[in-house]
C-alpha cells in the first residue's frame, strides 16, 4: 500500500518536554509538510521541504524543528519553545516541486498532541 | 494579508438536495485553487483542482466554479447523500514553487436522511 504515516495517533507531554513526530510517506514524493490544525481553523503550515537535506520555515514555524535526512522521512519536533502545543498535526506529501505546479497533496492520518 | 474565507457555520441539508459551500478569498491572485474533503480525526482527502484560467470543473456529483473577479469559488453536490457529510476545506496556491496551499477554515456539511 502506498501512502503516508504519522505515529503515534494520540500524544501527550508534559509542559518543558520536546517531543518528536514521526510522519514517512512510500510514494517517492519529493515534496513533504507539516501542518497544524486548531479546531474551527484552517491548516497553517509549520515546516516544508521540497528536496532531501532542505526544508524552508512556514506561517508558523516558532517552537518546531524538522529534519529531512531521507526522502521518505520529516519528522517534527515540538520544543518546549512552543508555547501552545496541543493540537492536531498533520503531514503531507506531493510529488511536485516545480514552480506553477498543482498537484494535489496527499496527506497523512494525524497526530492529536495534547500537553498535559 | 492574504486571507480565505469559508462559512464556519455548518451546513445543514437533506438528503437528494444539492450542497453549496463557498470560498472565499481576498489579496490574492492565485494560480489554482484545490477542495478537499476531511472527516473528524483524519487527513485530508483532495477532491478537485481548477485553474484560474477555468471557470468550471466537474467530478460525478462534484462541481467547482471558480470567478477571479469576485474572487470566489463555490462547491457543489449534487444528489447530497449522508456519506457527504465532513468538513470541506479549500486551498489556494501560493504562487511560489512547488504545491504550495494556503487552507481555509472549512466548512462543515451535515446530510441528514
Redesign the interface.
Known amino acids: 500500500d502506498g501512502g ?1 504515516t504519522q505515529s503515534p495517533k494520540y500524544l501527550f507531554r508534559k509542559e518543558g518536554q520536546n517531543v518528536t513526530l514521526s510522519c514517512e510517506q512510500n510514494l517517492n514524493h519529493d ?1 513533504m509538510y507539516w ?1 497544524r490544525q486548531d479546531p ?6 509549520i515546516y ?1 521541504s ?1 528536496i532531501v537535506n532542505d526544508f524552508q520555515k512556514g506561517d508558523i514555524a516558532e517552537g518546531y524543528s524538522v529534519s529531512r535526512e531521507k526522502k521518505e522521512s520529516f519528522p517534527l519536533t515540538v520544543t518546549s519553545a512552543q508555547k501552545n502545543p496541543t493540537a ?1 498535526y ?1 503531514c ?1 506529501s ?17 497526530t ?1 498532541l495534547t500537553v498535559l | 494579508s492574504q486571507k480565505i474565507e469559508q462559512n464556519s457555520e455548518a451546513l445543514n441539508i437533506q438528503e437528494g438536495k444539492t450542497a453549496t459551500l463557498t470560498c472565499n478569498y481576498t489579496n490574492y491572485s492565485p494560480a489554482y485553487l484545490q477542495w478537499y474533503r476531511q472527516d473528524p480525526g483524519r487527513g485530508p482527502v483532495f477532491l478537485l483542482l481548477i485553474r484560474e484560467n477555468e471557470k468550471e470543473k466537474r467530478k460525478e456529483r462534484l462541481k467547482v466554479t471558480f470567478d477571479t473577479t469576485l474572487k470566489q469559488s463555490l462547491f457543489h453536490i449534487t444528489a447530497s447523500q449522508p456519506a457527504d457529510s465532513a468538513t470541506y476545506l479549500c486551498a489556494l496556491s501560493r504562487g511560489n514553487a512547488g504545491n504550495m496551499l494556503t487552507f481555509g477554515g472549512g466548512t462543515r456539511l451535515m446530510v441528514k436522511p
Open positions: 503516508i515534496a501542518y474551527g481553523q484552517g491548516l497553517r503550515l516544508y521540497q492536531f498533520l503531507a506531493s510529488t511536485d516541486t516545480r514552480q506553477g505546479a498543482d498537484n494535489e497533496q496527499f496527506f497523512g492520518p494525524g492529536r
